[in-house]
């Protein structure tokens, strides 16, 4: 069964960056492409960007487009997020989620909660 | 970006009632690539509705997709109480977005 483990909560200073993992098993790693999805507290979801993990070509939200990079081990089947320069806005649970391909998320992550705080 | 406005923000309804979700596209989406996801607290968004009108695996005939163009609709037939949650439209068009949600919630 398709499973998208992602490391533990984090707790950072205004300023620093974070890197979030996401451990794929249960399909063919390179045949999807994973997003990063983000939700702050009592607020909705938002779509950060993507990796194809065939090639590793990306596409980012403009929103986060110079603070964020997404990579991907195919050798393990991990994706990565990193997010740089944080703020306390960006205090919000990071989700990986596997794409369909045609147009939809068909599994998530559990959530990795990032708290940016001094 | 493509914005997806979704209405109303809070929907009271009691079991058994019939809900009637709307999500409105700021231009033109493929029917192909307007999804449905319901979250509950503390959990992941799980996947309802894919290519406007058709139901994942697994999700009860209750739930249906409908619309094309800039509108869609979700619509539970009959409320269970399970179903009370957060329901979110995406699209996919040049990048990926999600409407504001929906709360559906126990009058």
């Known amino acids: 069964q398709v499973q998208l483990v992602q490391s533990g909560s984090e707790l950072k200073k205004p300023g620093a960056s974070v890197k979030v993992s996401c451990k794929a098993s249960?399909?063919?790693?390179?045949?999807?492409?994973m997003n990063w999805v983000r939700q702050a507290p009592g607020q909705g979801l938002e779509w950060m960007g993507w990796?194809?993990?065939?090639?590793?070509?990306?596409k980012y939200s403009q929103k986060f487009q110079d603070r964020v990079t997404i990579t991907r081990d195919t050798s393990a089947s991990i994706a990565y997020m990193e997010l740089s320069s944080l703020t306390s806005e960006d205090t919000a649970v990071y989700y990986c989620?596997?794409?369909?391909?045609?147009?939809?998320?068909?599994?998530w992550g559990q959530g990795t909660l990032v708290t940016v705080s001094s | 970006e493509i914005v997806l406005t979704q209405s109303p923000g809070t929907l009271s309804l009691s079991p058994g009632e019939r809900a009637t979700l709307s999500c409105r596209a700021g231009?033109?989406?493929?029917?192909?690539?307007l999804a449905w996801y319901q979250q509950k607290p503390g959990q992941a968004p799980r996947l309802l509705i894919y290519?406007?009108?058709s139901r994942a695996t697994g999700i009860p005939d209750r739930f249906s997709g409908s619309g094309s163009g800039t509108d869609f609709t979700l619509t539970i037939s009959r409320l269970e109480p399970e179903d009370f949650a957060v329901y979110y439209c995406?699209?996919?068009?040049?990048?990926?977005?999600f409407g504001g949600g929906t709360k559906v919630e126990i009058k």
């Open positions: 989620a596997r794409w369909r391909g045609t147009g939809w998320i068909d599994y």
């Open positions: 249960g399909y063919i790693f390179t045949s999807h492409a």
């Open positions: 990796i194809n993990a065939g090639n590793g070509n990306t």
């Open positions: 231009q033109s989406v493929s029917s192909s690539y």
């Open positions: 290519g406007a009108s």
């Open positions: 995406q699209q996919y068009g040049s990048s990926l977005s």
